[in-house]
C-alpha cells in the first residue's frame, strides 16, 4: 500500500498558523483529502481534492498539494481546532483509501 | 441531512460472535459504497472493507480479509459488520462512513461518518 507520513504532533498558539504536512512519493500527482478528530468524535472532513472545502468548514482551513508533500494549513488557531488530523488517498488501482499516520494538533 | 448511525457500544468475551450495524438516512442508500475502518485505542485509522449496497459487491483490506464479514440489507438501508469469533485484539472503535466521489470518480473520500460502535473483547 502507499505509506502517507505525517509528523506525530504540532503545537501553535492561539491566533497563529498551524501547518500539517503528509509526505509520500509524488503524492501532488493524487488527490489528498483532510480529515478532523476531535477527542471522543469521529472524523470529520475538513478539505477533499487537495483543497476544496466541504461546506460548513471555515475558510480558515486550507490545503495545498505539490511534489513529495500535501499540507493542511489552518489559519488563526482558535482552541477548538485541537484535534488529530489524518491526511487520505485513494489507491484506484486496488481500490482502496490510504490513510496517514495521523498529527495531533496542540493549542498552547 | 446525509447520517449514517451506528449500533450501541458492546462489551463480549474472545471467542463471541458479533455483528455491529450502520443505518443510513437522508440519501439513496443503494447507490453509495459503505466503508468500515478500525481504530484501537490511542492509535490512527485503518481501512477494513467497503460494499456497494446495491448488489453487495465487497471489497477487504488483506489485513482484514477472512477476520470479518461486511454485509447489508437494502431494505433497511444498513450495513453489517460482523465477527465469527472475537479476540482481545478486536477492541476498538468502528466507523462505518460514505464513500465520496467528485468529477475525478478515481479519487474517493469517506464523508460523512456514523458516530463509531465501542467493541470491548475481555474475558
Known amino acids: 500500500s502507499y505509506v502517507l507520513t505525517q509528523p506525530p504532533s504540532v503545537s501553535v498558539a492561539p491566533g497563529k498558523t498551524a501547518r500539517i504536512t503528509c509526505g509520500g512519493n509524488n503524492i501532488g500527482s493524487k488527490s489528498v483529502h483532510w480529515y478532523q478528530q476531535k477527542p471522543g468524535q469521529a472524523p470529520v472532513l475538513v478539505i477533499y481534492y487537495d483543497s476544496d472545502r466541504p461546506s460548513g468548514i471555515p475558510e480558515r482551513f486550507s490545503g495545498s498539494n505539490s511534489g513529495n508533500t500535501a499540507t493542511l494549513t489552518i489559519s488563526r488557531v482558535e482552541a477548538g481546532d485541537e484535534a488529530d488530523y489524518y491526511c487520505q488517498v485513494w489507491d484506484s488501482s486496488s481500490d482502496h483509501p490510504d490513510f496517514g499516520t495521523g498529527t495531533k494538533v496542540t493549542v498552547l | 441531512e446525509v447520517q449514517l448511525v451506528q449500533s450501541g457500544a458492546e462489551v463480549k468475551k474472545p471467542g463471541e460472535s458479533l455483528k455491529i450495524s450502520c443505518k443510513g438516512s437522508?440519501?439513496?442508500?443503494?447507490?453509495?459504497?459503505i466503508g468500515w475502518v478500525r481504530q484501537m485505542p490511542g492509535k490512527g485509522l485503518e481501512w477494513m472493507g467497503i460494499?456497494?449496497?446495491?448488489?453487495?459487491?465487497?471489497r477487504y483490506s488483506p489485513s482484514f480479509q477472512g477476520q470479518v464479514t461486511i454485509s447489508a440489507d437494502k431494505s433497511i438501508s444498513t450495513a453489517y459488520l460482523q465477527w465469527s469469533s472475537l479476540k482481545a485484539s478486536d477492541t476498538a472503535m468502528y466507523y462505518c462512513?460514505?464513500?465520496?466521489?467528485?468529477?475525478?470518480?478515481?479519487?474517493?473520500?469517506?464523508?460523512?461518518w456514523g458516530q463509531g460502535t465501542l467493541v470491548t473483547v475481555s474475558s
Open positions: 462512513a460514505r464513500r465520496e466521489w467528485g468529477v475525478d470518480t478515481a479519487n474517493n473520500w469517506f464523508d460523512p
Open positions: 460494499i456497494y449496497p446495491g448488489d453487495s459487491d465487497t
Open positions: 437522508g440519501y439513496s442508500f443503494t447507490s453509495y459504497w
